[in-house]
């Protein structure tokens, strides 16, 4: 088992994941979830939050300035300056 600290960026937005989890929430809100990521690991919390939407019907919120992934949801609201444009 690794310490928290050696995981990688990966691992380590995996387990924040797992961790929002826990409660079983109806909402799940993420704040630049892949900031950090490669794209292959980006690719890889897209499907958990895929898989999380449509198997457990859990709705997902993302903050993101990650174009690429905004693209594959569902829906895209746009901010600008403060307001929805």
Do not use: Y
């Not at 898989?51 to 990650?66: M, P, R, Y």
């Amino acid at each position: 088992m690794k310490k928290a600290n050696k995981l990688s960026g990966g691992q380590q937005q995996r387990v924040a994941i797992a961790r929002a989890l826990i409660n079983d929430p109806k909402i799940i809100f993420c704040d630049e979830p892949t900031g950090n990521l490669d794209s292959k690991n980006s690719q890889n919390v897209f499907e958990i939050f895929k898989e999380l939407k449509e198997k457990f019907n859990q709705s997902i919120v993302v903050v993101t300035h990650d174009n690429n992934f905004a693209e594959k949801t569902d829906r895209i609201i746009t901010l600008k300056d403060g307001e929805v444009i």
